[in-house]
């Protein structure tokens, strides 16, 4: 066989393993957990710096409560993640149960926030607002 030839096929088999190898890794990966992100240590009177560290605090509470045992079945405001900003699950495309009054954070229908992250009840960012 050709040298060239043979450098090719050696190359075609690394590159098919590696490609193997990143399918397996991506679709056996675990969930976040809470070890894994970083905390972030604020005072709730004072405002996140940017939508980094706002979805950064989203994540964390997410995690706060699913180890908590809430259910996210029915879209909660998970509450207060910063001054100005609520977290609020809903379901995408959005539910009939996510339009409930008692599914909604208080803080922003009432003024008190006026942002909010939208997470799935997977932890899936919808959008942040």
Request: charged residues 25%; hydrophobic residues 40%; proline residues 5%.
């Amino acid at each position: 066989m050709d040298k060239n030839l043979k450098l090719v096929s050696i190359a075609g088999i690394i590159a098919f393993i590696l490609a193997l190898t990143i399918v397996f890794i991506k679709k056996n990966q675990k969930p976040p957990d809470a070890t894994v992100l970083p905390q972030i240590q604020y005072k709730k009177s004072e405002p996140l710096k940017n939508k980094d560290d706002v979805l950064k605090g989203a994540l964390n509470l997410y995690i706060a409560k699913k180890q908590q045992g809430v259910d996210f079945s029915k879209g909660p405001c998970l509450g207060t993640i910063a001054s100005d900003w609520v977290l609020d699950i809903a379901h995408n495309p959005r539910q009939a149960i996510d339009e409930k009054s008692e599914n909604q954070c208080a803080d922003f229908k009432e003024g008190r926030a006026h942002h909010f992250i939208e997470l799935d009840p997977q932890g899936n960012l919808i959008g942040a607002f």
